[in-house]
């Protein structure tokens, strides 16, 4: 059996393994873990989806950060979705047999949210975002790749789960620095936020502290990657 993961920031890699990986590409980085960089976004994330289902990959993980839309979830915290909602209100149903076994192995090390995870095409830097897309979906959480994941996984009737770690609190307005940075993918670009930053250094201490909840949400990712041998080698019985 092997588990593919899909990875959209190079940041979120670092989690997983000291490896270099191309984007959109993959590498094995144990003997039944197989990585793929997918860049941020559905698309990517979607094609990274269907490469490591090309290659064997027999369960699919989406991998790491997301933003809180529940007002308790804090920086740093483990979410575990149960189920995904996308933008056309489409709900997808997490493998439950995987989904309770990873709850309960978690649960030992760490405390562990369920709920339902929604999905954006863009980058969400306002509170009353959060606040918007909380109240029409519900979700304790949002990012832009475990739908296409999921839905990738879905397809080949394939297990799937989606471990998430909090960054920004649902009551936090991302500095405009990110938007600003972001290219149409999603991605950082350094030269952009480094301008922006020198035009506007009223943003500094707003991306310091971003930068605090980034790193609460990559130790908690660490963590769960010691677990991920247990993880991804649940009893077949359970599939």
Request: aromatic share 6%; charged share 20%; proline share 3%.
């Amino acid at each position: 059996m092997i588990t593919g993961i899909v990875v959209a920031l190079p940041e979120e890699l670092t989690t997983l393994t000291s490896k270099r990986i191309d984007k959109g590409h993959c590498v094995f980085i144990a003997d039944k873990l197989l990585v793929a960089y997918s860049g941020a976004g559905a698309k990517n994330a979607s094609a990274a989806a269907e490469l490591l289902i090309s290659k064997g990959a027999t369960q699919l993980i989406s991998w790491g950060c997301a933003a809180a839309l529940d007002s308790t979830l804090q920086a740093g915290d483990l979410t575990l979705a149960d189920r995904l909602i996308d933008t056309d209100d489409t709900e997808i149903t997490v493998n439950p047999n995987w989904h309770d076994y990873a709850k309960n192995l978690l649960a030992a090390e760490m405390k562990v949210h369920i709920g339902s995870l929604t999905e954006s095409a863009n980058i969400i830097s306002s509170s009353k975002e959060k606040l918007h897309l909380q109240l029409i979906t519900e979700a304790i959480a949002l990012d832009m790749e475990s739908i296409s994941v999921a839905k990738a996984a879905t397809k080949k009737a394939l297990p799937f789960l989606s471990i998430r770690a909090i960054v920004d609190p649902a009551g936090m307005d991302l500095p405009r620095a990110i938007s600003y940075a972001a290219n149409s993918e999603g991605d950082i670009v350094l030269g952009r936020l480094f301008l922006f930053l020198a035009l506007h250094p009223v943003e500094l201490p707003g991306l310091i502290r971003l930068g605090f909840y980034f790193n609460a949400a990559k130790s908690t990712l660490k963590r769960v990657a010691r677990q991920l041998d247990a993880l991804t080698n649940f009893p077949n019985k359970l599939q």
